[in-house]
């Protein structure tokens, strides 16, 4: 059974004994388990924590980014869904392997949630849906007349085929950092790479976004070197 149920993701037995604070934001498709977000955890001394109780503070700290994660990366809401449950259900599988670190949890979850996403990935399609919504949140959200819409939506295809240019790993690195706020160094932990080999790979992944983007779009460089 799926561990995400009631006001917490835990397992039934302990669903009582959970504060039933928090928001509801959907439904999974696959087990029809309810995704609730909470607030944040209190305090904590990861030595003295049980693995349930860290799953338990890893999902109220890090559940709504997994979720926004997802969203971004998705073709709808509701495969956004599956993947935050299937995510967590398998975070609470491995819940022995948690970091007791706090600013390592979410990577590690990126990591988890990213294979989630490769199981029901849709290839060419999703890369573009992809390009199309980073284009959008470049853009901005208003639009002062018909002139600027067009030069908008050119920029967005300009963005969508710069990034089918990068490898599937390269632009998720370069997504990981601009999206989710992750440094290098943690969107290597989310990778599997060694944070070396992901500050090259940042870089060549950058100059062929400008490359490919100059001169009408400029690619904003991001600092964190870790």
Do not use: K
Not at 49 to 73: H, I, M, N, Q
Not at 115 to 128: D, F, S, V
Not at 190 to 214: N, P, Y
Request: hydrophobic letters at 40%; aromatic letters at 4%; charged letters at 25%.
């Amino acid at each position: 059974m799926c561990p995400v149920v009631a006001a917490s993701v835990v397992p039934p037995a302990r669903a009582a004994r959970v504060s039933a604070v928090g928001v509801t934001i959907g439904r999974s498709r696959t087990c029809g388990c309810v995704i609730t977000m909470h607030g944040p955890p209190p305090p904590r001394n990861p030595r003295r924590v049980r693995p349930d109780e860290l799953f338990e503070e890893a999902y109220r700290a890090s559940g709504t980014a997994v979720l926004g994660y997802a969203l971004r990366r998705s073709v709808s809401r509701e495969d956004a869904y599956d993947v935050v449950a299937e995510t967590f259900a398998t975070a609470w599988r491995r819940r022995a392997d948690l970091p007791a670190e706090p600013d390592e949890v979410r990577p590690w979850l990126f990591g988890i949630a990213r294979r989630c996403l490769a199981n029901t990935a849709r290839g060419a399609e999703r890369a573009g849906r992809l390009g199309a919504r980073l284009g959008d949140a470049l853009a901005g959200a208003e639009v002062p007349d018909p002139a600027v819409l067009h030069e908008h939506s050119t920029d967005r295809r300009r963005l969508t085929d710069a990034l089918r240019q990068l490898s599937p790993e390269d632009r998720e690195l370069v997504t990981l950092i601009a999206w989710e706020g992750l440094t290098p160094a943690q969107a290597a932990t989310a990778l599997g790479l060694a944070a070396g080999t992901a500050r090259v790979r940042l870089h060549r992944a950058r100059t062929r976004l400008r490359a490919a983007l100059a001169p009408s779009a400029d690619v904003e460089e991001t600092s964190g070197a870790h």
